[in-house]
């Protein structure tokens, strides 16, 4: 039973994947931009707009330099944008404007999440987390069967930035919390 579920998990994963490229492809259709995308473009990263340079190109994922980081992403979810739109500064500029106090809790609840839902929202709050150069932030995911954790471990490993990960004490969340300190 369990090996046939997986082998239709691998079907419709196959699908989905096929889905996502048909839908790419008609909106390049649809923009005229059926040109690939390839090392020295300037693309926009659909989930959480910013705009950046594709450094390399690891079969279906991109490595984008965004502001000083470096992300890696699907290419699916990248679209090109002219040299024009990308007004980013060739310098980086550090800006420490907050609409929020300083010391205000940087939170985010992806508790009941599926697992691709949750690994773009954990990538787009932590984008925004680095951005804003916030010290401390803490991803709720809840205790269950540990997959949620296990997603928010695997997505802090891609990101090239010292930082001390851990959970709170038991009374404070545990398990179901995980804590980001960025040194």
Request: glycine share 8%.
């Amino acid at each position: 039973l369990a090996k046939k579920a997986q082998e239709k998990k691998k079907v419709l994963e196959h699908h989905i994947t096929k889905i996502k490229q048909d839908i790419y492809t008609q909106k390049a259709k649809k923009a005229g931009k059926l040109k690939p995308i390839e090392v020295g473009d300037h693309v926009r990263i659909v989930v959480s707009g910013s705009i950046g340079e594709v450094e390399r190109i690891k079969k279906n994922k991109a490595i984008v330099m965004v502001g000083g980081l470096t992300m890696e992403t699907e290419l699916l979810d990248l679209e090109p944008v002219s040299k024009r739109e990308d007004k980013r500064p060739k310098q980086p500029v550090k800006i420490h404007a907050s609409s929020k106090p300083a010391n205000a809790d940087q939170k985010l609840d992806i508790r009941g999440m599926r697992a691709e839902e949750a690994m773009r929202m954990v990538e787009a709050f932590v984008d925004q987390s680095l951005m804003a150069d916030d010290a401390v932030i803490e991803i709720l995911h809840g205790k269950g069967t540990g997959a949620l954790r296990q997603i928010v471990r695997n997505k802090l490993k891609e990101y090239n930035v010292k930082m001390k990960v851990y959970h709170p004490n038991r009374e404070d969340g545990g398990d179901g919390i995980t804590i980001v300190e960025f040194l």
